[in-house]
C-alpha cells in the first residue's frame, strides 16, 4: 500500500533502481525478491508498446476485453472525450502518448505501479488527471519524478537516491524537504 516517491538529480540511478525492482537489470550485490502475487504495471519514459496504426480507443479494446463503452469511460479520465478517441495514435502528441499509456496501464490492474517520469510532456489538466487517477488506485507505487505537486500528492515516503546511496523518508515531498 506504500507510495514511494524516488528523487535526486539526473544520472543518480532511479531509473535504474526501477529496472532493479522490474527483474530488467541484475544487481552487482544483493538480491531483489518480489513478494507473492505481486502483478506490476511499468510506465517507462520512452513510450514503448503503443501501436501507431490503431485509434486510442482500438489500444484499449486490444488491451483488455472491454466493453466501447467502458473505454470510453476510462479514456475520459484521461481526457480523451467525444472524437478524441478516435484520433490515430500516431498522430498524438507526447501528452496524450502519455495519458493512453496511463490509461492502458490503469486497465491492466496491476496491483503494482512502476512509473518513471510519468508528467513528462503532461500540460497542466494531464497533471491533474494523472493525479486524480493514482490518488484513486488502490495498490502500491514506485515512482520517479522531479514534479513535486506530484510527490506531495501521491508519495507517503520518499527514496533520495544519490552519491551511490538510497535514502528513505516518510512522508510526502515537501516532508523530505524540511
Given amino acids: 500500500g506504500d507510495r514511494v516517491g524516488l528523487v535526486g538529480p539526473n544520472g543518480a540511478g532511479k531509473t535504474t533502481l526501477l529496472r532493479l525492482l522490474l527483474d530488467e537489470e541484475t544487481p552487482s550485490h544483493g ?20 501501436d501507431p496504426e490503431n485509434t486510442v480507443i482500438e489500444e484499449l479494446l486490444d488491451a483488455a476485453d472491454i466493453t466501447p463503452a467502458e473505454a470510453r469511460s476510462l479514456l475520459a479520465r484521461f481526457l480523451f472525450r467525444g472524437d478524441d478517441v478516435f484520433k490515430s495514435v500516431s498522430s498524438l502528441s507526447g501528452g496524450e502518448c502519455n495519458r493512453l499509456v496511463l490509461a492502458r496501464l490503469m486497465l491492466q490492474k496491476p496491483n503494482v505501479l512502476v512509473l518513471d517520469e510519468p508528467t513528462n510532456h503532461l500540460d497542466i489538466d494531464s497533471r491533474e488527471a494523472l493525479t486524480q487517477a493514482l490518488q484513486s488506485y488502490d495498490g502500491s507505487l514506485v515512482l520517479t519524478s522531479h514534479d513535486r505537486y506530484l510527490l506531495n500528492a501521491i508519495a507517503n515516503r520518499i527514496v533520495e537516491v544519490a552519491g551511490g546511496k538510497v535514502r528513505c523518508f516518510l512522508g510526502n515531498y515537501d516532508d523530505y524537504a524540511r
Fill in 31 to 50: 538480491v531483489v525478491s518480489r513478494g507473492y502475487n505481486v502483478e506490476v504495471g511499468y510506465f517507462a519514459q520512452d513510450l514503448a508498446g503503443l
